[in-house]
């Protein structure tokens, strides 16, 4: 066990809904990422935050978005849902910045 | 801009033999260079940080090793439960997020 937690674990929405994926990293943990994971494209970095700043950007959709709150949980928010966006994200938290830690992922699929 | 290649895709091994997976890699300034294992519905577990060439670090049946241009993942020996998909990621000195290969998936069959 990681001490990652992402939740929910699935998700099934229809293509133009809005969904939120929940990570609450390790204890101690000051950073938090998310990552995106499709079969063809491997594990993608999406967004970095570091002690609830937005720290670096990877290849984020405009349609997406994402925060961390005071008490360090990170929600990604995804909206205008398409069918490409059907994917595993995952979340990993590090102390500073590396090595991450990985949660198990919210498999997303839109319909 | 970063890249991690990493070959094969899939390796099929008999319990026992000992094989090496390849993790190409240009990266602006390594700061670090990292193997995970993931299971499948599982997210990735750490394995491996190695920072410099030469650098070599072990773990049961697992020795990573460290050049210039890439990494390997050499498995001794391997069972059955070292079945899995391994990853490599790499780190710029600017140590923001890491870029991640496609991965090698093993099978080991008894």
């Known amino acids: 066990d990681s001490g990652v937690t992402q939740t929910p674990k699935h998700l099934i929405t229809a293509t133009g809904q809005r969904v939120t994926l929940r990570c609450s990293p390790r204890?101690?943990?000051?950073?938090v990422y998310w990552y995106q994971q499709s079969l063809d494209q491997g594990l993608q970095f999406l967004i970095q935050?570091?002690?609830?700043?937005?720290?670096a950007k990877g290849n984020i959709l405009e349609r997406f978005s994402a925060q961390q709150f005071p008490d360090l949980h990170s929600e990604l928010n995804l909206s205008s849902l398409e069918l490409g966006d059907s994917a595993l994200y995952f979340c990993?938290?590090?102390?500073?910045?590396?090595?991450?830690?990985f949660g198990n992922g919210t498999r997303l699929t839109v319909t | 801009e970063d890249q991690v290649t990493q070959s094969p895709e899939a390796l099929r091994l008999q319990e026992g033999e000992s094989s090496s997976l390849n993790c190409s890699y240009t990266?602006?300034?390594?700061?670090?260079l990292f193997w995970y294992r993931q299971d499948p519905g599982k997210g990735p577990e750490f394995l491996f940080t190695?920072?410099?060439a030469g650098e070599e670090k072990e773990k049961e049946r697992l020795k990573a090793t460290l050049t210039k241009k890439e990494s390997f993942l050499h498995i001794t020996a391997p069972k059955p439960e070292d079945s899995a998909t391994y990853l490599c990621?790499?780190?710029?000195?600017?140590?923001?997020?890491?870029?991640f290969g496609k991965g090698t998936t093993l099978s080991v069959s008894s």
């Open positions: 990993a938290s590090s102390p500073g910045e590396s090595p991450l830690h």
């Open positions: 204890s101690g943990d000051l950073s």
């Open positions: 935050y570091y002690n609830g700043e937005e720290r």
């Open positions: 990266v602006s300034g390594l700061r670090g």
């Open positions: 190695l920072y410099s």
């Open positions: 990621a790499v780190q710029d000195q600017a140590g923001t997020a890491l870029i």
